[in-house]
Structure formats: C-alpha cells, structure tokens
DNA sequence: ACCTGAACACCGTTCAAGT
DNA sequence: ACCTGAACACCGTTCAAGT
C-alpha cells in the first residue's frame, strides 16, 4: 500500500502517483467515456506517465474498476443521515442512498459485489447488519437477513442501472422503452397473456420506484417476520 | 434471422452454420473457459470456419453472450412444473429454478438484464406476470410487484454466483470464504461492530439458502400486502 | 521505491474476395 | 446468401532499464 509523499513540483502532473490518485482518474474516465471508455493507456496519458507505472499501484484492470465502483459506493453515505429513527426506516435511507449513488456513476452498478471485501462494500454491510440487529429478529437470522438485503440493493440496483450505461446516448431510455414495449405488444396474446396488456405501464414506469417497490415488500416481509402479529 | 439448410456432407463440421449452433457452441466455450476462455478466434476454430463468418449471425459479442445467457436461461423452465398450486409456491418454485440454472452456468448470471428483450427473459416476466396476477393484489399494482420479483431473481442470483466465476479453480469458495473471514476479524469492533461477530455465519453460509432467504422475504412482503388480515 | 515505454501476445471487427 | 481469412486498430500486461 504505497502512498503519496508530498510536494507538488511545477507543471504537468504535479504530484506522485498513487493509488487514490489513479482511481480517482480511473472514475472520471469511466463518468466521461463509460467502461469502454477506461484504458490503460489512456489513463496513464492522463496521469502524464506510463502505463506501466499503474501496474505498481493497482494489480490489473479488474481491481482498478472494483475499486473504482467501490469509491462510488462510498458516495451513499454521505447523503445518509448517521442515526436513523426506525431500523426499517434507516434501511430504507441507506438503499436508496446506494442506489441514488449508482444511478449517477451507472458504469459502476454491475461491479460492486458480495460478500464484501473492499473498504466501502464492508461499511455498508456493517450498517445494514447494525440495523437489522435493532430489529426483533432473533440473533441467528442477522445475518441471512443482512446479507439478503445488501444482495437486494446491489444486485438490483445493478438490474436496473446497467442496461443504460449500455445505450450510449445514441438511444435514449424513452426510445428502448417505447421500442421494447411494441416488441411485446406484437407478441401473441395467448403465449404472453401478462406482457401483452403491460405495455403502457413499462412506458411509463420510473427506475427508482421500481426500485423502492421491491425493497418496501422486502422490509415489509421483514417486520412481519420479526413480529407475527403486525400491529391493527 | 437464417435458418439452418440441411443435409450432412462429410468430415470437419457438418451443417451449414446458424446462430442456433453458434450460441450453442458459445455456452459450451463459456462453461469449459469461462468468460473470458471465449474468442471469435477459438469459437471459429471449434465450428471450422473463419470468425468474419459468426458477424453474418450474430451482431457482436455482446449480442453473443446475452444470447448465450437467454438460452441458459431458458434452462429453468424445464425444471419447472406448468401449474402450481397457489400463486406464491408457483414463483417460489420458478425463482429457485431460475437460480439453479444460473448456478450451473455462473458466467451467465451477470448478463441476464431487464427488462426482457430476449425469448426466455420475456417468458420469465411474463410467467411472473402470469402468477402475480392470481394474487390478490390490485391490477395497477402488477406491473411493479411483477418486475420487481423479476430483478431480484436475475439481480441477486447474479450477486450471490458471479463472483463464483471470477475465482477460476486457484482458489476454492472455502479458501476464499475463510480468507475473508479472517479479513473481518482483523477489523475494529468499534468500526465494525456487526462484521466482526459475525465471522462464523459467513464461513458456513449457504448459498441457494441465502437467495430463498430474501426471496421468502420478498414474497412474504407480498402476502402482507395482497391481503392485509394475515390468517390467525 | 517508483517510474518509463517499448514489446509481446493477444483481442473484436471489417471487408474485399470468393462460392 | 453465406463464408473466408487477411488486415486494421486496437487492447492488457510484462519487463528490462532507468532514477
């Protein structure tokens, strides 16, 4: 774990490398020109210097991208109050912080991962397990029940978000949608009853409420698991 | 969309080429090499042809392994029964086998997206569809409930197996289960108060267990909601 | 300890030319 | 209509050599 040592000389790059340093640039690459977009070489031009010299700070792409998505994710908690009043309540801030989060970065949703290694995907399981552990739930369930939501607010973030990073302003959301919903619309009714009748609602649907939609069913299994007998 | 000819000649490969026999061949690249194991290159090699012959049927490599994902995919229809007795057991039973069937292609499960495009996606949601509708939830409500079990089949299946397929046979799931364990144990209780104790549980965790964990959550959420009196 | 940049061993994709 | 395979324009990664 190298780290940067001082100084800032004149011109060009001023500073060492490091690697904050080159994640950092690694994010605005990938904000700017989306995955394809991050490249060694690239990014080492940016960083006036080589691409060689990245290969001492990180071990290869697929860890320079992890840790990139991961500092994304570390963007939730500051929009997340550090006390909740509820449990339920404090998961449901923290999702949709996350969320919220990747939805600005969309490169990053199908790169943040399970079971959580990296300094901000260990944070934000450890938030989730505290909440949940303030719930009635009996202890031997924390986990299962922690690890299921944080799988939740990932993986289906990464559901919803990636698909646009995938159409790069050649098509926006409003035309793949509309041109989604006349694929279903020309399919045969008695084959796909439900799809057929759907197609407004998926014209008009909004990602985030698709979103919240889940996970409210989620936590509402929730408490009426921690507590058989939901009150009224 | 071409169609394979015919007759057999002799020696090498036999039939005319298609984009049936190519995504084929891609799974069977894909589940022996893993993601990155395929190549136009070696997928050409194994069909004796040249790879500019694989861009007459398929667009790219992308529109490939999406393909090759839809058709592992489709693989969970066939270990599931047509009719269920209720509208809960029917999902619960479609969603396992949905798992079951990315488990055993795990490089698939990070490239099965929503909302459906592809033949075995667009059954999935509309089977989904399908049973919803058989709740008792109000209809305006079936469009969201119904993709949101749909992202959390695809999503977290995704989180729970994907990381599966980046540990290529160097490191066993034990192995890396117990690495990271010891990583939460050298954490600071303070900071992390929840991952610290709760070391064992990860290292004994089941996967399957953990996808009907938060899916039994999801459709518990569901009940409360379709009908507001639980029974006794 | 950290950086340089040429070189290696590949890729996906295109396209003129064939049948 | 479908296939061939050489060629183009890149990649990630390594490594001897520098400071």
Redesign the interface.
């Known amino acids: 774990m190298p780290r940067t040592r001082g100084r800032a000389p004149t011109g060009g790059r001023a500073d060492a490398l490091s690697r904050e340093i080159i994640v950092g640039a690694a994010v605005a690459l990938l904000d700017e020109r989306g995955e394809r977009g991050l490249t060694f070489r690239l990014l080492a031009k940016q960083l006036n210097t080589g691409p060689g010299a990245l290969y001492w700070h990180v071990a290869n792409k697929?860890e320079l991208v992890a840790l990139a998505a991961d500092q994304v994710l570390g963007h939730a908690f500051a929009a997340v109050p550090r006390l909740e009043e509820g449990a339920g309540a404090g998961l449901r801030a923290l999702a949709i912080a996350v969320f919220d989060a990747l939805d600005r970065h969309p490169w990053a949703a199908?790169h943040v991962?399970?079971?959580?290694?990296l300094a901000n995907a260990?944070?934000l399981?450890?938030?989730?397990?505290?909440l949940v552990?303030r719930t009635g739930l009996p202890a031997e369930r924390?986990?299962?029940?922690?690890?299921?939501?944080s799988?939740?607010i990932?993986?289906?973030?990464?559901?919803?978000i990636?698909?646009r990073s995938?159409l790069d302003s050649t098509t926006s959301r409003d035309a793949f949608?509309t041109q989604?919903a006349e694929?279903?619309e020309e399919?045969d009714p008695a084959?796909?009853?439900?799809?057929t009748r759907?197609t407004t609602?998926?014209r008009d649907?909004d990602d985030r409420?698709?979103f919240t939609?889940?996970l409210?069913?989620?936590?509402?299994?929730?408490?009426?698991?921690a507590d058989p007998r939901?009150p009224a």
Chains 1, 2 share one sequence.
């Open positions: 697929d199908s991962t399970a079971p959580a290694t260990l944070r399981l450890d938030r989730i397990g505290t552990a924390h986990f299962a029940v922690s690890t299921a939501i799988y939740y990932t993986g289906v973030s990464a559901q919803i990636a698909p995938a949608l989604t694929r279903w399919l084959d796909y009853p439900f799809l759907t609602d998926l649907h409420d698709q939609t889940g409210d069913l989620l936590l509402n299994g929730l408490n009426t698991t939901p």
